[in-house]
């Protein structure tokens, strides 16, 4: 039979173009449910391995000791205990799985995420047959891990899993499973003292189950050859803020010399993810020759300019859109007038350009990272000025034509902080391809996941009067009928709205579900964004774009470790924590 099965397995098969919008179901207690929380265990889990080097393979009873110890020393909620012992076993196991080449492995997925009620595949002797209907991530995970060289298996069965262990032709396992599975799973690997890394479900209730996908993507792709799959992208961020502190800027950028150099200087430490600089120095830590050695202080310079060439473009977009609100504080020109704004928007572009034009780099990469500005800069003048076309006579847009403008007025500005980093590298000629596909389908998804946060906030559609090109406004306008429809004509074109509120324009949002469209091309872009790698043959590069994308579209930012949800393990209550 394990002849037969390992027959059955296929490559290169495709990603496809279209997948379900996530299913939200109860959360089970003893897993947390936020991507905050798995993340915080999972730091204190990697600082236990590291101190106490457990051997694998780990006896179940000597993995339990390990895991309240560790459960104690890091002040672990004891509800965690199964989840944590799982992710300590897989830490165990994590480097050695990494030197274990792809066809030499097997993914086992549980049929329970399907969704039941509709899915069409059948089953054989060996699990479930997928048809690629689209309607779960079962697909996605199986494409791609067989594209890869993986036996891939969506069943539940220890003995099929033995068999094929004795083949030999299988020497380390990935398993997607809940706590219970897993369990009971756990004694065969142990015997058989085969590699293994474990992603629990987020639900045991075996239908319709969810997980985090993220995770997923990052186990199937380990590789020793990624030198950068330990880098800890969370104290890279961190570190990054810390570059545009008043201080650290003097030191990157030389003195202030005060009046529009010091407002320019206090706009470009003010608020702000810093996703641009962080993407240009993760990408030099990618492709760098000397893999693990500190960040050089010349790439700051690299990294500060990106970041004002972004605060030029939020200045200047301010003061087009009429905004009277950024960081929860007034705008530049609202707060200093227009003039003065615009003065110190561009003053921030020249000093982008300076900064480039000042770094260490040889003469044919600075040419190069400011050739790459320059072109950034154009492109997204073009889609904000489309989009300041629109604003002269406002219609409604077909959703097409608004994925356009955020093609070209948020995308350019991802592609220009990725191409730096990889110019600065050396390495720009080998992935500019890659990196531009990549970028494009990035600041599409980016935009919209911002357009869904709007539609969330309480303040996301308080002006109904100047509403801008958004693609759930676009779809809700294109499903709506008779009197929904004029009032979303009315909306588009900022005419009589006949006291409609934003309430009311939420509410079509929702009965239209256009919300669920938009929630479906987000996910349809990401997964564009991750498929523009599968070329890529750069394994950090790779990697290390694949833990940004998770790291940019998390519900919950994560900066460093929670506080609040300390204070949660400590009283038992739940936990608060800050959306970024």
């Not at 309240?68 to 165990?92: A, F």
């Not at 994590?94 to 097997?106: C, G, N, S, V």
């Amino acid at each position: 039979m394990a002849d037969q099965l390992i027959d059955r397995f296929s490559t290169g098969i495709a990603l496809p173009k279209a997948v379900a919008a996530p299913r939200f179901r109860k959360p089970k207690k003893n897993i947390p449910q936020t991507k905050i929380e798995r993340d915080y265990v999972l730091q204190h889990v990697r600082e236990f391995v590291e101190e106490a080097n457990p051997v694998p393979p780990v006896p179940l009873d000597e993995l339990k000791s390990l895991t309240d110890r560790l459960l104690e020393s890091k002040g672990i909620n004891r509800q965690y205990r199964d989840y944590t012992g799982i992710l300590l076993n897989n830490e165990v196991w994590r480097d050695i799985l990494a030197t274990i080449p792809y066809e030499r492995r097997l993914l086992l997925l549980p049929k329970c995420l399907r969704v039941e009620e509709k899915c069409p595949a059948p089953f054989d002797e060996f699990g479930l047959l997928c048809k690629q209907c689209g309607l779960c991530t079962i697909q996605d995970f199986q494409n791609e891990a067989e594209r890869l060289g993986y036996a891939v298996l969506v069943a539940e069965g220890s003995a099929i899993v033995m068999s094929l262990i004795q083949t030999g032709k299988i020497e380390a396992i990935v398993g997607v499973s809940c706590l219970p599975v897993l369990e009971r799973t756990f004694p065969y690997m142990d015997a058989a003292a085969i590699p293994g890394i474990a992603v629990p479900l987020l639900q045991d209730d075996c239908i319709n189950t969810t997980v985090d996908d993220d995770w997923v993507w990052d186990v199937i792709h380990l590789n020793s050859e990624d030198k950068t799959r330990r880098l800890n992208l969370n104290a890279l961020r961190e570190d990054i803020q810390g570059w545009f502190a008043e201080s650290s800027l003097n030191s990157i950028m030389g003195q202030s010399e005060g009046g529009p150099e010091s407002l320019a200087r206090e706009w470009l430490a003010c608020g702000g993810n810093r996703w641009r600089p962080f993407l240009t120095a993760a990408v030099f830590q990618a492709l760098r020759k000397d893999q693990g050695e500190p960040i050089p202080d010349d790439l700051k310079k690299v990294a500060v300019a990106v970041e004002c060439f972004h605060k030029a473009s939020l200045v200047h977009d301010d003061i087009e859109d009429s905004d009277a609100e950024r960081y929860g504080k007034e705008t530049l020109h609202a707060e200093h007038g227009i003039p003065i704004a615009l003065n110190v928007g561009d003053l921030l572009i020249g000093e982008g350009y300076r900064l480039l034009a000042s770094c260490e780099a040889a003469p044919e990469i600075r040419s190069e990272m400011i050739r790459i500005a320059s072109e950034g800069q154009r492109e997204l003048c073009l889609g904000q000025g489309a989009e300041l076309e629109w604003n002269q006579s406002p219609n409604a847009l077909p959703t097409k034509k608004v994925l356009g403008i955020f093609k070209q007025k948020t995308a350019p500005a991802f592609e220009v902080a990725l191409r730096i980093g990889a110019s600065y590298a050396g390495k720009h000629a080998e992935v500019e391809g890659v990196l531009k596909a990549f970028s494009e389908a990035l600041g599409i998804a980016y935009q919209i996941k911002d357009d869904l946060e709007d539609i969330g906030e309480d303040t996301g559609l308080n002006d109904l009067q100047s509403i801008r090109p958004s693609i759930v406004l676009s779809t809700t306008r294109e499903r709506a009928k008779d009197e929904d429809r004029k009032v979303m004509d009315a909306l588009w074109s900022r005419g009589y709205l006949n006291g409609t509120t934003p309430q009311d324009i939420k509410e079509m949002v929702f009965r239209l579900k256009a919300n669920e469209r938009a929630l479906r091309l987000l996910e349809n872009y990401k997964e564009e964004a991750i498929r523009s790698l599968q070329d890529l043959d750069n394994p950090n590069l790779k990697g290390l774009l694949r833990r940004v994308m998770g790291k940019i579209f998390n519900d919950i930012e994560i900066k460093g470790w929670c506080h609040e949800f300390e204070a949660r393990d400590a009283s038992g209550s739940e936990a608060v924590v800050q959306s970024s």
